[in-house]
């Protein structure tokens, strides 16, 4: 049912080391041409330092882990594609549509393939205003069913941080502040919350991500790595803008897994554009970061 690249296989055959990387944040998430151009980067820092970049989608009804360039032009400029989490599957398998995985998409094709260490910006979570509307992301299910280690800057920064901080804890996902003792904040380095322990090099989390794995504990762990310094914003700056956002989603009446997509184009305008380039800068450095890990990590 997995459709592996030839790079994909050939690397998961010889035990070297891969990262996962999900394709929403490519349709979804950012704009053309700036989505293309980052889907196509992290693949090369990826591959600059050693591992094998697995970008995931579904691609006409059909599961692939390592997409073609074609592919990337495909999922970056189509607009018929659709966000896909846990719940979309059957639908587009059988339909042969073309689906972008979230997070949750992502994790579970990564452990269908057996690539334990992922890549991506932020984590979906616990919704601000959750009593309202019971918005939780799949992501977190996910992440806490599956062994495999996420590398983000913590969670969106649109999220309601303390209780999808709390919810990852009732799930048992263990998370770790990669060189930091606070929780990141997506935009910013810090948030008042910290995180449950502090590893400061690829090696220490490679061998944590092993004796979780060995162990025979099933379930994620989240390695929460700060957004560049040259790259973060100013936290009361994005506060507004994310409270504003907010405002005008409310006004517009968006709803489900139209929210992130709207709220990110939002913030965009809000910021001038300065949350695309941190989201990008982000990315990129959780690329770096996971591939470090992956080259440490020895399957
Ligand atoms: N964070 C971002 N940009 C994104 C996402 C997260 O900065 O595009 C995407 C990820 O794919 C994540 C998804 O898995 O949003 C979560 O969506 P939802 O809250 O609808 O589950
Ligand atoms: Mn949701």
Redesign the pocket.
């Known amino acids: 049912m997995l459709m592996l690249s030839p790079a994909v296989q050939e690397a998961l055959d010889q035990n070297r080391p891969v990262v996962a990387l ?4 490519i349709s ?3 704009p053309y041409p700036e989505n293309l151009a980052l889907a196509r980067d992290v693949e090369a820092i990826i591959t600059e330092i050693g591992a094998t970049p697995a970008t995931i989608a579904i691609i006409d009804g059909q599961i692939k882990v390592g997409l073609t360039d074609d592919e990337l032009v495909l999922l970056a400029k189509s607009e018929n594609v659709i ?1 896909t ?1 846990k719940r979309d599957f059957a639908y587009i398998l059988s339909q042969n549509k073309t689906g ?7 994790v579970i094709i990564a452990a269908m393939a057996g690539i334990p260490i992922f890549a ?6 616990v ?1 601000r205003g959750v009593s309202d509307h019971w ?1 939780i ?3 977190l299910e996910e992440l806490a069913l599956h062994n495999v280690a996420i590398i983000s800057s913590g ?3 649109i ?1 309601d941080i303390p209780k999808t901080l709390e919810y990852l804890e009732t799930k048992g996902v263990e998370v770790i502040g990669y060189q930091t003792d606070q929780f990141p904040a ?1 935009y910013t380095r810090s948030s008042p919350y910290s995180v449950d322990y502090r590893l400061d090099n690829p090696e220490d989390v490679a061998r944590l991500i092993h004796a979780k794995f060995d162990s025979g504990l099933e379930g994620g762990i989240l390695i929460a790595n700060p957004i560049p310094k040259e790259a973060s914003l100013d936290e009361a700056l994005m506060e507004k803008a994310i409270k504003e956002a907010l405002i005008q989603m409310e006004k517009d009446g968006v709803t ?2 139209a ?3 709207y709220l ?1 184009t939002k913030i965009k305008a809000l910021t001038g554009g300065e949350s695309l380039t941190s ?1 990008i800068a982000l990315m990129k450095n959780n690329a770096k970061v996971a591939a470090q890990i992956a080259v440490a990590y020895r399957p």
Request: no cysteine; proline share 3%; glycine share 18%.
């Open positions: 999900e394709s929403t944040i979804h998430g950012l966000k989490s972008a995985t979230t997070v949750s998409g992502t991506t910006g932020g984590l979906g979570g919704h918005d992301s799949r992501d969670v969106k920064s999220l997506f489900g897994k929210i992130t997509p990110l989201n």
